[in-house]
T-cell receptor, first 112, second 116 residues
């Protein structure tokens, strides 16, 4: 079992719709969770972090965390073509130097 | 947010040469930085953890004599790809750990290496 799992996609949504990206993780001791966006040929950009169960909203983005289910999600409201990118879920592995463990990423395509 | 820079952004070199990549945290001190590589359409692969003032910690399967890491100051880590070969061609990305109420990592823009 991979430490962080994501559906590779592509996830295709029409412009203006809600895009829902999901991620599961295996280490129950994890406390910090992140969503990064990566455009083709570019490095990852941090868009959301979440540490407590529930929802966290920032503009059009909402991160959801359920530690009991070991599940993290990212909702993008009013999706725009500029949101088309690969979204990486990352979990901070506790202990030592606190490494970020990445999922393989979900490719999102927002079509006009 | 926080700003992390990398230099160079792109490098082309001949097989057998060494290439140095710099990673700088511009507006915060980073005792720990990380080096990743990414092949096309693949996820990030952590290569090593760079610690200021001490030896880097390499992930399993990463040759420490091939990928030399130096973290000489709180804002600078360097990765040197020694005797580069075409299979070393990749996208190398660093990140810097920023401490605060919550720890967060910020990525540099990446360095694209092409070894001919």
């Amino acid at each position: 079992q991979k430490e962080v799992e994501q559906n590779s996609g592509p996830l295709s949504v029409p412009e203006g719709a809600i895009a829902s990206l999901n991620c599961t993780y295996s280490d129950r001791g994890s406390q910090s969770f992140f969503w990064y966006r990566q455009y083709s040929g570019k490095s990852p950009e941090l868009i959301m972090s979440i540490y407590s169960n529930g929802d966290k909203e920032d503009g059009r983005f909402t991160a959801q965390l359920n530690k009991a289910s070991q599940y993290v999600s990212l909702l993008i409201r009013d999706s725009q073509p500029s949101d088309s990118a690969t979204y990486l879920c990352a979990v901070l592995r506790p202990g030592g130097y606190n490494k970020l463990i990445f999922g393989a990423g979900t490719r999102l395509a927002v079509h006009p | 947010g926080a700003v992390v820079s990398q230099h160079p952004s792109r490098v082309i070199c001949k097989s057998g040469t060494s290439v140095k990549i710099e990673c700088r945290s511009l507006d915060f001190q980073a005792t720990t930085m990380f080096w990743y590589r990414q092949f096309p359409k693949k996820s990030l692969m952590l290569m090593a953890t760079s610690n200021e003032g001490s030896k880097a910690t390499y992930e399993q399967g990463v040759e420490k004599d091939k990928f030399l890491i130096n973290h000489a100051s709180l804002t600078l880590s360097t990765l040197t790809v020694t005797s580069a070969h075409p299979e070393d061609s990749s996208f190398y990305i660093c990140s810097a750990r920023k401490f605060g109420p919550r720890e967060t990592q910020y990525f540099g823009p990446g360095t694209r290496l092409l070894v001919l």
